[in-house]
């Protein structure tokens, strides 16, 4: 539980701002008198740094400067202007790179602060988790019956067993990422946050449903990422781009309703 230290002034910004209401007033000190969802702001709104959260990570908190926030223009190019790769360097990402992309993940708002999220990226045992897969999802093909999603995959099954660099789920991609948890929403976030986070580092990345489904689906591949029998939500292929684009890609008019 959030235990508030003795240097708290008793200015009452925490109370106002608390979501849980977990906080009040005694004798002109801010008490927690309850466990509540842990958002942190109580801490960061605090001039005097007085809430204290336990088994989190302090060593990364930062002083907030507005003026070194992206502007919205930047912004906007960069989300106009990134693309589901599918071609890709023969390159291995940077494991500080990586991690800047896992920061990003972790920093994405949850709902009720869950924070629930296992994040995996198979880089340096890419080969062995490509075979697990293909492998797996061909002995399910050989019982349809039994496995009904497996159609999807059927044609490019074939296309694989033909020419082996045909490889739809995993293209030439060096890292795929997985997210893992039970919270569709909280994943989709956090991969978007991720995917800024690449771009913003000359990396690109494609989501892809087809391997979030494979990954579920296939016996043993569950075991092999340690999901610990969690769903994985979300899935992106990831490296640096081999493909250039001059522009950005057009969209249809935004469908919005102003009332
Ligand atoms: C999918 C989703 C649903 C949320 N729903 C609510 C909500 O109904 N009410 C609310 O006060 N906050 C809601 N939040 C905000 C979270 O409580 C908040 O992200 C979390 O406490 C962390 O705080 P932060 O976003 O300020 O870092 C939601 C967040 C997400 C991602
Ligand atoms: S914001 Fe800080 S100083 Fe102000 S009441 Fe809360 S804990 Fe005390
Ligand atoms: S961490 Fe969030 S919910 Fe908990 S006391 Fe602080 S402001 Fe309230």
Same mark, same amino acid.
């Given at each position: 539980m959030i235990k508030i230290?003795?240097?708290?002034t008793g200015c009452g910004l925490c109370i106002d701002d608390c979501i849980?209401?977990? &906080?009040?007033?005694?004798?002109g000190r801010a008490q927690v008198e309850r466990p509540c969802i842990e958002c942190g702001h109580?801490?960061?709104?605090?001039?005097?740094g007085a809430p204290e959260i336990p088994g989190v990570d302090m060593e990364d908190v930062e002083e907030i400067n507005?003026?070194?926030f992206v502007d919205v223009k930047a912004l906007l190019h960069t &989300?106009?202007?990134r693309r589901s790769v599918r071609q890709y360097q023969n390159k291995s990402i940077e494991k500080d790179k990586l991690a800047l992309l896992f920061e990003a993940g972790r920093y994405t708002a949850t709902a009720v602060n869950y924070q629930d999220l296992r994040f995996i990226v198979v880089q340096e045992r890419l080969t062995e988790f490509k075979e697990? &897969?293909?492998?797996?999802?061909a002995v399910m093909a050989e019982f349809p019956e039994k496995n009904p999603d497996i159609e999807r995959y059927a044609g490019h099954l074939k296309k694989k067993a033909k020419d082996p660099a045909d490889d739809y789920l995993f293209?030439?991609?060096p890292a795929i990422i997985f997210i893992v948890t039970d919270r569709l929403v909280d994943a989709g976030l956090a991969a978007q946050n991720m995917e800024l986070a690449a771009v913003a580092q000359g990396l690109s990345v494609m989501y892809n449903g087809y391997m979030v489904r494979a990954a579920n689906m296939v016996p043993g591949a569950a075991e092999w990422l340690q999901t610990e029998g969690r769903p994985i939500s979300a899935c992106m292929l990831a490296g640096y781009p081999d493909v250039t684009y001059l522009k950005t890609a057009p969209r249809k008019k935004a469908d &919005?309703?102003?009332?």
């Open positions: 230290n003795d240097n708290c849980s209401e977990a &906080i009040s007033m005694k004798d109580c801490y960061a709104i605090c001039p005097v507005p003026a070194e &989300i106009k202007g697990l &897969i293909w492998n797996g999802l293209r030439n991609a &919005i309703l102003w009332k």
